[in-house]
């Protein structure tokens, strides 16, 4: 079947402005993961979504950063008043449990 | 707090074995997984260790001993597609039957003719 998707791909915009970012994870999965990595960095825990259940919102950076997850399935990681620091790939992740994540392309962040 | 230490680079030559250390100081933890992404690309899963001792997956292998709070990924027979970034990620309780993985800063592998 098909694999996580996300969109865009790229997403230039300029400071202040707001952003959304889009996850359609594998049919079927309960989980949903969101991260961000910087450039030659490891992955940043953002957001975890997690069937029904209230998300983990432990490593939202900021109350900029926002996300939801639709009908437990589509997410939308929403960044408001973007700042420079934003820019980053970020990623999303699907999975059964939390053993095996099977990860997004990523889409990739840039705030002038 | 959590931190896990990984080194940042490793360089090793097409043919040969290498061994990627990983040790992690955190709190509910659940077991120990490595990913690998390419350059460009979205990490991929590898192994994951629930349990101590040694879980082989072809040339891949993957070692834990949560008495050391120590794992390691071990590569066999390198080729130069192995090159690439290597993250380990702990599994842990977060709290309220919640569970997160927390990656590692990665260690960026060159294999070498």
Same mark, same amino acid.
């Given at each position: +079947?098909?694999?996580?998707?996300?969109?865009?791909?790229? =997403? %230039?915009?300029? =400071?202040? =402005?707001?952003?959304?970012?889009?996850?359609?994870?594998?049919?079927?999965?309960?989980?949903?993961?969101?991260?961000? @990595?910087?450039?030659?960095?490891?992955?940043?825990?953002?957001?975890?979504?997690? +069937?029904?259940?209230?998300?983990?919102?432990?490593?939202?950076?900021?109350?900029?950063?926002?996300?939801?997850?639709?009908?437990?399935?589509?997410?939308?990681?929403?960044? @408001?008043?973007?700042?420079?620091?934003?820019?980053?790939?970020?990623?999303?992740?699907?999975?059964?449990?939390?053993?095996?994540?099977?990860? +997004?392309? +990523?889409?990739?962040?840039? %705030?002038? | 707090?959590?931190?896990?230490?990984?080194?940042?680079?490793?360089?090793?030559?097409?043919?040969?074995?290498?061994?990627?250390?990983?040790?992690?100081?955190?709190?509910?933890?659940?077991?120990?997984?490595?990913?690998?992404?390419?350059?460009?690309?979205?990490?991929?899963?590898?192994?994951?260790?629930?349990?101590?001792?040694?879980?082989?997956?072809?040339?891949?292998?993957?070692?834990?001993?949560?008495?050391?709070?120590?794992?390691?990924?071990?590569?066999?027979?390198?080729?130069?597609?192995?090159?690439?970034?290597?993250?380990?990620?702990?599994?842990?309780?977060?709290?309220?039957?919640?569970?997160?993985?927390?990656?590692?800063?990665?260690?960026?592998?060159?294999?070498?003719?």
């Amino acid at each position: +079947g098909a694999g996580v998707s996300q969109s865009p791909s790229n =997403k %230039v915009t300029e =400071k202040g =402005k707001d952003v959304e970012l889009r996850c359609d994870p594998i049919s079927g999965h309960t989980a949903l993961y969101w991260y961000r @990595q910087s450039l030659g960095q490891g992955l940043e825990f953002l957001i975890y979504f997690q +069937g029904n259940s209230a998300p983990d919102k432990s490593g939202l950076p900021s109350d900029r950063f926002s996300a939801e997850r639709t009908g437990g399935s589509v997410s939308t990681l929403t960044i @408001q008043r973007t700042q420079q620091e934003d820019s980053a790939v970020y990623l999303c992740a699907s999975s059964w449990g939390v053993d095996t994540q099977y990860f +997004g392309p +990523g889409t990739r962040l840039t %705030v002038l | 707090g959590q931190s896990l230490e990984q080194p940042s680079e490793v360089t090793a030559v097409e043919g040969a074995i290498v061994q990627i250390n990983c040790t992690y100081q955190t709190s509910g933890f659940y077991g120990l997984s490595w990913y690998q992404q390419h350059d460009g690309g979205a990490p991929t899963f590898l192994s994951y260790n629930g349990l101590d001792g040694l879980e082989e997956t072809g040339r891949f292998s993957s070692f834990l001993s949560r008495s050391d709070s120590y794992g390691y990924l071990l590569l066999q027979e390198l080729q130069m597609k192995d090159s690439a970034s290597y993250f380990c990620a702990v599994k842990q309780d977060s709290g309220a039957g919640s569970y997160q993985l927390t990656f590692g800063k990665g260690t960026k592998l060159s294999v070498i003719p």
